[in-house]
C-alpha cells in the first residue's frame, strides 16, 4: 500500500489535516467557543428560553412528522424498485432523486406559489381556513420535500442487493405481502433503515432554505432552530444564535457518531 | 407426513419466452402419484423454469398446469400448497433453524395456525426426519451447506406440501454428503409417498434416484423414461451423450453395410429405414479392444479409476481419439500399454 | 394469457407491487411532481418574453453569473482537496485517520445555518482566520470570497466520497506493473491512476457544482448580499417572493432548475461512462 516515500506521504498527511482543520475543525470549535463565550449560564439561559424551546418542539414535531410520512414512503418506494422488474424504473429512481439537485429556496417557493395567498390553492384553503403558508403544514411540506429521498436511496441499494428468493421462499411457505415484508425483509434491511433515518432526520432538523421561504419568520410560532438561529445571529445576539447552533451541532455530531456505530455493525454482522 | 400426499401433476404445452429467449417450447409432462422424478438437462434447457411454473412462481406464456386434474394455474403460489426447496436453499438468515422450520406454519391465520406446543412438536418431528436434531437453535451462517440443505427441506415440508419441488438440491454440495443426501432424498419418497420432482445436471443423480428422468434441451423435453430405459436406448443422439459418453462414429456405406476403416462394427444391428445413417453412437463399455499388431488402432492414454479402466485409442492421426472403458483387471490381461496397436470392435451402438 | 413480453412488468409472486408502486407515485407526485409542475405553469404564464425580460436584467444576471462562477470555482478546488484527502485516506494508514474520515461529512451533517454563523464568526475581520488574512490584506466575510469559502465547505465531501472508492478500487497490481516497467511515481499517477478515477472526479465535481448552485443558509451570512456584488441567485429569489414579485422569483427559479436538470443528466452520463470503465479496466 504505502508505496510513495515517507516524505511524500508526510507531507499529504499533513496537507491534509491542514485542509480539514481550516476548512471544518475550526467552524466547528467556532460554534461552541462563541456559545460559551460568555459562560456557562449564559449558555444555559439562552437554551432555557421560552422561544428558543418554542423553536426546539416546533423543529422536533416537524422532523417526526417529516420523517415518519417519509420513512412509510421510503420503504414502500424501495420495496416496489428493488423487487420487481418494470418499464421505467430508472426514471423512477431519478425523479426520486430529484429533490437532491433542487435548490431549498425552489423548495420552498413552489409550495408558496401552490398554497400562498397568490398561489393556485391558496385563497381556497383561506376560505376554509386552512392556513399552510407561514404555518406548521408549510414548514412540513417543504421539509419533506427537501429529505424525500433519503430513505429510499438508502433502501433500494441494499434490497437490491439481497435479491427476492427469500421473499419467494416466504410466499410459497404460505406468507402474505405484509408477513413477507415484516418478518422476512425488514428484518434483514434494519440498519439502512436507521442509517436513513438518521440522516433524513438530521436534514429535516437542520434545513434552513426551504423552510425560511414559507415559514414567516413568527418569533414563538413557525421559527424552527435554524430560523431562529437566523433571527438571533441578525439581532448581533451572538451567545444565543451560537448556543442554539451548538445544539445543531451536536445533533449533526450524534448523527455521524451513529452512522459511524452502524457502519461498523453493519461490517460486522 | 404419515398422511402420504399422493398427487399428480400435468403440465399441459407450456410454453414460456423471456424477452425472446425461448425456455420452454410447448412442454407436455404428467407426473404419477408418489413419483420421485428427475428433470434432466444442461444449464439453459429450462428444467428450472419447469420446476418454477410448477410451484406457481413464474407463469407461462401458454397452457396449463394441473394437480389432481384440477387447473392451478390461477392459483397463486402462497395458496399452491407446493413445498419449493431453493438451490442455494433461500434460508432466512436472522431465523434460527427453528424459526425457519416453523416459518410456513406460524403465518397461517387464526384459524388454520397451530396452537404454540403444535408448532413445537411438528418443528422437532421434522429436525428428526432430517436428522439435525441438534442444530435448532443455530443460525443459518453457522451451518454447513449439507445441513442448510436440510433445513431448506424441513421447511418445505412442515407445510405438509402436495408436492415437492427441489431445484438443484445438490448441486452446491462436496461428494460425500451429496450421496447421502440423495440415498435420503430417496427414502424420504419411498417413505411418504409423496410425489417429488427434482431440477440436476448431473446424470448421475437423476439414474441414481428417480423413478423416471424427463430429458431436457433447448425447451423442449427429449425423452422420458425410467433411468434403465433412456440409458439402454437414448431417444436421439442429444440423450445419448448427454447421459453417459458416447463416441460418434461416422460411416461409410457400401451396399447396405456400414462400415469404418479402423473400427469393426458387424455385432451392430439396425432398422432397415436407418440405412444410410451418418454416424453410430457406441458407449465407451460397449467396445472391445484387443491387441493386435495389424489393429488400426494405437492406444495414447491409459488411466484407472478404481475398477474401470478407461482408454484412449487414436484410430486416424488428428482425429478425435475413440474412449473404451472395461474392468480394471482386464487391462494388464490384454497387455495393454501406451503405445500398442489394438483392434477394436463395436459390441453395441446407437444409430439415429 | 397474455405475453409477458408484451407487459410493461415482469410478473411476480411477491405480492404489493401495486399498492407499494401506486402509493410511491402519488406520494411523489403531491411532494415533488405536482409543485415543481405548478413552478413551471407559472413561468409559463409569463410567456416567452415576459421570462426573458426578467432573467436579462443586469441584477439577475449579476446573481446568476455570481452563482454558477462561483460554484465552478468552488467545485474545481474541492476536486483537488477531495483528491488529496480521498488519497490519504484510502493509500496511507495513520493515527486519527478514523476521525480525519468522519469530519469529512461534517458539512452534510451540519445545518447549514450552523455552518454559514460558524463560517463568518470566523473570517470576519475580527475573527481568528479573518484577522490573520486581513494582516495580508485579504477580507473574505462579506466578500464574494466568503461566498467561495462557503460553497467549498459544503461540496468537499461530495468529491471525497465519491472518489474514495473508487481509488481502493484501483489494482495495486496495475501500479506496481507501470512500476516494474520503468514509470516513475508520477507518471504512474498521472497515466494510471488518473484516468481511472477521472469519471469519478468529474461526477464528484458534478454533484458539488449542483449542491452549490443551490446552496443559501451556509452562504447569506458570510455573502455581505450587496446587490450586483455578493448576491446569489437564491437570495435573490428570496428577496423576490419578500416584495411579492412571484413572477420574478419564478423565472429566476426555473432558470435554475433548467440549470441543475442538466447538471442532473450530466452526473448520470458521467456514473454510467465510470461503471462502463469499471467494468471493462
Redesign the interface.
Not at chain 3, 468522519?102 to 463560517?119: E, K, N, R, S, Y
Given at each position: 500500500m504505502n508505496r510513495d516515500p515517507l516524505p511524500v506521504r508526510i507531507t499529504l498527511i499533513v496537507l491534509a489535516f491542514l485542509v480539514m482543520a481550516v476548512l471544518i475543525g475550526l467552524p466547528l470549535v467556532t460554534v461552541f467557543a462563541e456559545a460559551l463565550a460568555k459562560g456557562w449560564d449564559e449558555y444555559v439561559l439562552a437554551l432555557i428560553d421560552k422561544l428558543t424551546l418554542s423553536a426546539i418542539r416546533l423543529t422536533l414535531i416537524t422532523a417526526l412528522i417529516s420523517v415518519a410520512i417519509n420513512l412509510v414512503f421510503g420503504i414502500m418506494a424501495a420495496w416496489a424498485i428493488a423487487k420487481y422488474d418494470f418499464k421505467g424504473k430508472s426514471f423512477l429512481i431519478t425523479l426520486i432523486d430529484l429533490p437532491f439537485s433542487v435548490s431549498p429556496v425552489i423548495a420552498g417557493l413552489v409550495f408558496v406559489l401552490l398554497f400562498g395567498l397568490q398561489g393556485w390553492l391558496g385563497p381556497t384553503l383561506q376560505g376554509s381556513g386552512i392556513k399552510v403558508i407561514f404555518a406548521l403544514p408549510g414548514i412540513v411540506l417543504a421539509t419533506m420535500f427537501v429529505t424525500f429521498p433519503f430513505v429510499a436511496r438508502e433502501l433500494i441499494p441494499l434490497m437490491q442487493e439481497q435479491g427476492t428468493e427469500d421473499e419467494e421462499a416466504a410466499v410459497s411457505l404460505g406468507a402474505s405481502g405484509f408477513q413477507t415484508f415484516w418478518r422476512v425483509t425488514l428484518p434483514n434491511i434494519t440498519w439502512g433503515l436507521l442509517y436513513g433515518v438518521l440522516l433524513c432526520n438530521a436534514r429535516a432538523m437542520g434545513e434552513f432554505g426551504a423552510v425560511s421561504v414559507v415559514s414567516g419568520h413568527i418569533r414563538g410560532k413557525t421559527n424552527t432552530m435554524p430560523l431562529y438561529v437566523e433571527i438571533l445571529y441578525n439581532e448581533y445576539n451572538f451567545t444565543a444564535a451560537f448556543a442554539v447552533a451548538s445544539l445543531l451541532a451536536f445533533l449533526a455530531f450524534v448523527t455521524l457518531a451513529a452512522q459511524s456505530l452502524l457502519e461498523w455493525k453493519r461490517a460486522h454482522s | 407426513m404419515e398422511k402420504g400426499a399422493f398427487m399428480s401433476i400435468d403440465a399441459i404445452d407450456i410454453t414460456k419466452d423471456f424477452d425472446g429467449f425461448v425456455a420452454l417450447k410447448s412442454v407436455s409432462l404428467s407426473v404419477n402419484r408418489g413419483e420421485l422424478l428427475a428433470l434432466l438437462g444442461p444449464s439453459g434447457s429450462g428444467k428450472t423454469t419447469l420446476l418454477l411454473i410448477i410451484a406457481g412462481l413464474e407463469w407461462p406464456d401458454a397452457g396449463d398446469i394441473k394437480i389432481e386434474g384440477k387447473s392451478v394455474l390461477r392459483v397463486n403460489a402462497r395458496e399452491r400448497g407446493v413445498g419449493f426447496v431453493f438451490q442455494h436453499y433461500a434460508l432466512f438468515r436472522h431465523m434460527t433453524v427453528f424459526d425457519n422450520i416453523a416459518f410456513g406454519l406460524t403465518v397461517r391465520n387464526r384459524n388454520s395456525r397451530p396452537s404454540k406446543a403444535d408448532i413445537a412438536k411438528r418443528v422437532h418431528e421434522l429436525l428428526e426426519l432430517v436428522q439435525i436434531e441438534r442444530l435448532v437453535r443455530r443460525y443459518p451462517s453457522e451451518l454447513s451447506g449439507g445441513q442448510r440443505q436440510r433445513v431448506a427441506l424441513a421447511r418445505a415440508l412442515a407445510i405438509e406440501p402436495i408436492v415437492l419441488l427441489l431445484d438443484e438440491p445438490f448441486g452446491a454440495l462436496d461428494a460425500k454428503v451429496r450421496k447421502e443426501l440423495r440415498r435420503w432424498l430417496r427414502r424420504l419418497n419411498e417413505e411418504t409417498g409423496m410425489t417429488s420432482i427434482f431440477v440436476t445436471h448431473d446424470q448421475e443423480e437423476a439414474m441414481e434416484i428417480a423413478n423416471r428422468i424427463v430429458v431436457m434441451s433447448q425447451g423442449r423435453i427429449e425423452q422420458i423414461g425410467k433411468p434403465a430405459e433412456i440409458y439402454e436406448n437414448p431417444a436421439n443422439p442429444f440423450v445419448c451423450e448427454f447421459l453417459g459418453n458416447a463416441n460418434r462414429i461416422a460411416l461409410t456405406w457400401t451396399n447396405g453395410k456400414m462400415s469404418h476403416p479402423a473400427i469393426d462394427l458387424d455385432a451392430i444391428t439396425f432398422k432397415p429405414r436407418l440405412h444410410g445413417a451418418e454416424h453410430v453412437y457406441v458407449r465407451p463399455h460397449d467396445i472391445d479392444l484387443v491387441k493386435d499388431a495389424a489393429g488400426a488402432g494405437t492406444v495414447r492414454f491409459l488411466s484407472v479409476v478404481g475398477p474401470i479402466a478407461r482408454v484412449d485409442v487414436e484410430v486416424m492421426a488428428g482425429e478425435k481419439p475413440i474412449e473404451v472403458e472395461m474392468p480394471a483387471h482386464r487391462l494388464q490381461r490384454a497387455g495393454l500399454e501406451v503405445g500398442v496397436p489394438v483392434k477394436l470392435s463395436a459390441l453395441k451402438g446407437h444409430i439415429y | 394469457?397474455t405475453?409477458?413480453?408484451r407487459l410493461?412488468?415482469?410478473?411476480?409472486?411477491?405480492?404489493?407491487?401495486g399498492?407499494?408502486?401506486g402509493?410511491?407515485?402519488m406520494?411523489?407526485s403531491v411532494?415533488?411532481?405536482?409543485?415543481?409542475s405548478?413552478?413551471v405553469l407559472?413561468a409559463a404564464t409569463l410567456g416567452f418574453s415576459g421570462f426573458f425580460d426578467t432573467i436579462l436584467t443586469a441584477r439577475v444576471l449579476a446573481a446568476l453569473r455570481l452563482s454558477f462562477g462561483l460554484s465552478l470555482i468552488a467545485a474545481a478546488i474541492n476536486v483537488v482537496?477531495g483528491l488529496?484527502?480521498a488519497?490519504?485516506?484510502v493509500?496511507?494508514?495513520?493515527p486519527?485517520r478514523?476521525i480525519?474520515s468522519?469530519?469529512?461529512?461534517?458539512?452534510?451533517?451540519?445545518?447549514?445555518?450552523?455552518?454559514?454563523?460558524?463560517?463568518t464568526?470566523?473570517y470576519a475581520p475580527n475573527?481568528?482566520?479573518g484577522f490573520l488574512l486581513g494582516l495580508i490584506g485579504l477580507k473574505i466575510s462579506f466578500t464574494p470570497l466568503g461566498i467561495l469559502v462557503a460553497l467549498?465547505?459544503i461540496g468537499?465531501p461530495f468529491v471525497v466520497r465519491t472518489v474514495e472508492p473508487v481509488l481502493a478500487d484501483i489494482d495495486?497490481a496495475t501500479?506496481?506493473a507501470a512500476?516494474c516497467l520503468g514509470a516513475t511515481?508520477l507518471a504512474t499517477f498521472r497515466r494510471i491512476i488518473l484516468p481511472a478515477i477521472l469519471p469519478a472526479l468529474l461526477t464528484g465535481f458534478a454533484l458539488a457544482f449542483?449542491r452549490a448552485?443551490?446552496?443559501?443558509?451556509s452562504v447569506i451570512?458570510i455573502a455581505g448580499n450587496l446587490p450586483m456584488v455578493s448576491e446569489i441567485a437564491?437570495?435573490l429569489?428570496?428577496i423576490k417572493?419578500e416584495e411579492?414579485e412571484?413572477e420574478q422569483?419564478?423565472a429566476i427559479?426555473v432558470a435554475?432548475?433548467m440549470a441543475?436538470?442538466l447538471?442532473?443528466f450530466l452526473i448520470?452520463v458521467l456514473q454510467a461512462w465510470g461503471r462502463k470503465r469499471q467494468g471493462t479496466g
Open positions: - | - | 394469457m405475453s409477458p413480453t410493461w412488468r415482469k410478473p411476480s409472486v411477491i405480492p404489493g407491487f399498492i407499494t408502486l402509493l410511491t407515485l406520494w411523489l411532494i415533488v411532481l405536482i409543485p415543481l405548478g413552478l407559472k482537496l488529496l484527502i488519497w490519504v485516506l493509500r496511507y494508514e495513520f486519527l478514523r480525519l468522519a469530519m469529512v461529512d461534517i458539512p452534510f451533517a451540519l445545518p447549514t445555518a450552523v455552518a454559514g454563523i460558524a463560517l464568526t470566523l475573527g481568528a482566520l467549498i465547505f468537499l495495486q501500479e506496481e512500476a511515481r449542483a448552485v443551490g446552496e443559501y443558509g451570512f437564491p437570495l429569489i428570496v417572493l411579492f412571484y422569483a419564478t427559479a435554475m432548475l441543475s436538470l447538471v442532473l448520470n
